[in-house]
């Protein structure tokens, strides 16, 4: 992991302000948030706090109703104003989520592909890489999560912890500028758990830009440069995982991280 190095680029993602309602229910309430290349930022928090939805406004999955988001320096363009508000470039967006991979809780892997078509899929159909270009990465991406001799298979043949390393295989297919996880390991045993978070950790130490919605404090402990908590659509505390875990501040965080500690 790249502790203590010097950021002179443009962050790959920066939130400024950002705030996201469902009809009247506001999820997000005015949050920043910056990732930094090569920086590993976890979100964390407990359910219905709104890290999902931030990942998920991140790469433009949900509609925010205000504030800015900017992908390396520039910024999102909008039309409209608050609930009407949306993307105002179709070709930015499609841009954007070329650029950042998402790794879902539950796969998304297309059933009837085998496990490499699979990874080959977006890079061929969406980029338009060439086919033997492209499988030869793919195949580097599968041996890197562990799963080579799996290519040929199909993904209601492999366990949930292969699916979704094959899953991170497909994001990195993409050769993203940074990788988002919504609760990679979630739906997980814990056994398959730690086969996902021993190649979270290896990309993280690889230096990768990722932002990471997790449930799982150790992993976020191990793999972060700055965590952030989100209590009620708003980020309560903020810090490097030392100082969140070894001595948070708010008594909201202290009462979640002793919740957890048992799990």
Not at 156 to 177: D, N, T, V
Not at 224 to 240: A, C
Request: include cysteine.
């Amino acid at each position: 992991m790249l502790t203590g190095q010097i950021v002179t680029s443009s962050p790959v993602i920066e939130i400024r302000g950002l705030h996201k309602a469902y009809g009247a229910n506001e999820v997000i309430k005015g949050v920043d948030l910056v990732a930094p290349r090569g920086h590993v930022i976890s979100l964390i928090g407990s359910s219905g706090s709104g890290k999902s939805t931030l990942l998920r406004c991140c790469n433009l999955l949900e509609d925010s109703q205000q504030g800015e988001i900017l992908f390396e320096g520039q910024p999102v363009r909008w039309k409209g104003q608050g609930m009407a508000r949306h993307p105002a470039d179709k070709s930015q967006v499609r841009d954007i989520r070329t650029r950042l991979s998402m790794v879902f809780q539950q796969f998304n892997l297309w059933s009837h592909l085998t496990i490499l078509q699979n990874v080959m899929e977006a890079p061929v159909t969406v980029l338009g890489r060439d086919k033997a270009e492209v499988e030869g990465k793919a195949r580097e991406y599968l041996a890197k999560v562990g799963i080579a001799d799996k290519a040929d298979a199909w993904p209601a043949q492999l366990s949930g912890g292969q699916q979704q390393r094959a899953a991170i295989a497909r994001a990195l297919c993409m050769e993203p500028k940074a990788i988002l996880f919504d609760e990679p390991t979630s739906a997980l045993d814990p056994e398959l758990e730690q086969e996902v978070v021993r190649v979270i950790k290896a990309l993280a130490d690889e230096g990768r830009t990722m932002i990471i919605v997790t449930h799982d404090m150790k992993m976020a402990a191990d793999v972060s440069d700055h965590v952030i908590f989100l209590h009620q659509g708003l980020i309560e505390e903020e810090g490097s995982p030392a100082e969140l875990f070894g001595a948070p501040k708010s008594a909201r965080l202290r009462q979640f991280l002793s919740a957890t500690s048992g799990h």
